[in-house]
């Protein structure tokens, strides 16, 4: 289910820059909950046929239109269709209550995207903080639907997705929970807050965008943000990077395609070094640092839009798309397959 309007892309003066296409606004319903999402289509000219869709995921506390720098830009340059999730519990997207906010539910709601409205055989996912960690989980979940991965300043390196990034058993208590996300909401809940937080994260204030923070500061308010984040402090830690995207003892990994870490190199939060594990056991990675903090799709538009645009490019013509996915042993009790017999 899901429905769409039109709102018409723009040409710079002049024709100082290439024409955008249409961006696009939808929802479709995961479990009965309604999920948003914003889509860019490439200009006639520039579209390439049979070209895998961009999957962009925003980061905690984000929404869709963290991504106005990049939907129509990337699609231009790329030639394929950009899409933008509203996680639920932001943006457009639905907020209800008495739902576990987690990792699993946001990862089901962009697998739901690919499979209910891109419906393509494969999708590259990009995802900027904790929208990286997200598109991890959903490649190493499904890798044969990924093409490509990228992420962009990525956090939960060990599995922890609470704002504060420590695995605390404390936190998980309910009143603990509560008290923290009390705190972390009354940050997210005004201007200033937003800002203060914002400019711990960009490296550049003159960066930050007034029509980010307004649509941040809504997000914090809607009556299902307390929830949201003690539902994060309760959390058990998930999986880490490792295993996610790199090959085990047995030589069996999650996701073993091409992987593209595009990284502002000021982050303070999540500076490049976190990238050493994967750079030592992932054979596929390639890494980008742009000078940006902790969001280099916003703070520096134009060089991560070139560089994800090129990479995608490269990864299809030198038919990267196609790797061998290991077959990882789960269910000891399924009966044996005549394909494995032999």
Known sequence: MEGEGGVEGSVAP?????ALGALREGTHVVDGIRAAYTVADPPEAQHVANTPPLVL????????AHFSKNLQQIAAAYGGSVYAVDLIGFGRSAKPLGVDY???LWAWQIHSLMEDVVRTEQVFLAGNSLGGYLA???????P????GLCIMNAIAPSGVINPSGLDVPLFRLPPVADALAGQALAAASSPKGVRETLKDLYSDPAALDENMVSSLVFTGRAASGRQLFASLFRSQPGRRWEELLVSDELGLGLYEGPVLALWGERDTWMPPQVLEPLRERSAGLDVALLPAGHCPHDEAPAAANARLAAWMREVLSEGRNRFEISRVP???KLPLSPRYIN
């Open 144 to 147: 044969a639907q990924v093409a």
């Open 57 to 64: 995921v925003h980061g905690l506390g984000g929404n869709s």
């Open 14 to 18: 002049g024709g100082a820059a290439p």
């Open 330 to 332: 789960r269910y000891k």
């Open 102 to 104: 987690s990792e699993a």
């Open 136 to 142: 991890m989980l959903v490649a190493a979940t499904h």
